[in-house]
């Protein structure tokens, strides 16, 4: 099993930055991709960035690209998410994932909680 654990959502006005990292900890043979997903209540959760093992390709949704920046530090066993110019439209619950090579299982996708953030006026 692998632990996703979310930190660094918080309220902060439009136009501000935050840095979302996500710890990975558990029995991880291997990494592969990585990504950093938002939700609103009631609505589908959608793609923010994606980014692969070696950090060798980023993906990112249309609404953010220029503002967020998504990297990795394997040895570290942490994603980070730097949020720059924060608009209304950020606030979210931002949930990370990513895809282990564990015990049995070549390739699973697992989720962490999520961290909240609240973009305001």
């Known amino acids: 099993q692998v632990q996703l654990v979310e930190f660094g959502g918080d309220l902060v006005q439009a136009g501000g930055s935050l840095r979302l990292s996500c710890v990975a900890s558990?029995?991880?043979?291997?990494?592969?991709?990585m990504g950093w997903y938002r939700q609103l209540p009631g609505k589908q959760r959608e793609l923010v960035a994606t980014i692969t093992n070696n950090s060798s390709a980023t993906n990112y949704a249309d609404s953010v690209k220029g503002r967020f920046t998504i990297s990795r530090d394997n040895a570290k066993n942490t994603m980070y998410l730097q949020m720059n110019n924060l608009e209304l439209d950020d606030t979210a619950r931002y949930y990370c994932n990513g895809h282990f090579r564990t015990p049995g299982r070549p390739d699973y996708s697992y989720w962490g909680q999520g961290t909240q953030v609240a973009v305001s006026l």
């Open positions: 558990g029995l991880i043979l291997g990494w592969n991709d």
